[in-house]
């Protein structure tokens, strides 16, 4: 099966009606991506997963600001069924087996921003701003023996210019991991879709201004998804 | 109706009150042997690593109190697999309310299945209303082999009891609570369960 996931419910009106609505529509995950971390934006973000957990009837993952154990905890008890991490992966990459060990590697989604710079593709972090000296493959296997169940990986090359996921990237970390990964960045049309699965051997793509945007309607995706050989959820 | 979700310290059971909520009942969260006993409707979730959920279980001596239980018990996930007469996970001995083995997807597909996927074969009444192939969640890596008890089926590289029912027993390896509207029926037709019928 494939999922169609939509992100950042950030800037989008009320989150929990939005987040309700998508349910509706045929989404078939949710990711709420808040990047603020301060004490009391983390507060807020708490009451914001109980709502929408109170609400939604498919699983959500929430992201941003995550850096400690104690964090993840407050989330899942919210009701969030996974939590996704990126910075502080990489600075402190034990927290990937601290929170499998604690809490299970299947809402452990670790999250991948990389650009390919002359021919090597490099992870990079504040949301595609800083380089490090990460091989985005050699981080993504790392990632998975540490116990992530989840790699979601933003090509930087590729988000915002709506022409189509990184796919060869993608198939590459497919075949060489044994996790589930999720593909964003560069959904334009209802073609990107269907290659992202086909030719990228994702496992999930994730959208969020084509839909935000009603230029792609989850329920036509899905059909053509279908009609194209592609396992979907219809509903 | 009285609903208790069995809380023995094991995973996230808010989304599973929240989606009692959703169908108009209120469940509560009870360790205590009197109030499961007492209870219409009984839920035991779970969700992390088999072994330490059994230890948690023999703890409080619930391990004695779930497999006697005469209401519609309900387990979910590991809740399910706990159910069983054994794990391959920490090599754990189970409940024995299930004649089933769990074992460990193999490595020729992604482990965990974290997602959608197909239900068939469906039997009983929990699944009044709910049509054959229709999409539930599910986030695991171990599984039900195929047993006697068996309800409902789901393929992910192998064959496996994605539900099961033993007398007043239900067992079911997805999340109703996050299965959209299909697991919300599913959790619905539960409720309604009537031994007496």
Redesign the interface.
Known sequence: MKGVNFVDLRDAGDPVELAAAYAEKGADELVFLDISATEEKRKTLAKLVLDVAEQLNIPFTVGGGISSVEDVDILLKNGADKVSINSSAVKNPDLINQLSDKFGSQCVVVAIDAKNIDGKWTVHLVGGKVPTELDLFEWAKEVEERGAGEILFTSMDHDGTKNGFANEALARLSSELNIPIIASGGAGNIEHFTDTFKKGKADAALAASVFHFKEIEISELKDQLRIAGIPVRIT | MKIVIIDYGAG?I??IK??I??LGYEAVLSSNEDEIRQADKVIFPG???AGSAMKMLRSTGLDKVIPTLKQPVLGICLGMQLMCDHSEEGDTQGLGIFNAEVKRFD?SV???Q?????ITNLETHLFDNVQNEE?V?L???YYVSECIDEIARTEYGVNYSTALQRDNFYGVQF?P?????T??QILKNFLKLDLRN
Do not use: C, L, M, T
Not at chain 2, 177 to 181: L, R
């Open positions: 996230n808010q989304s929240f989606a909520k959703r969700v992390g690593e490595n992604k482990v965990p974290i997602g959608w996927n197909q999409y969640y986030v695991h890596s999340h609570e996050k299965s959209s509207k697991g919300e």
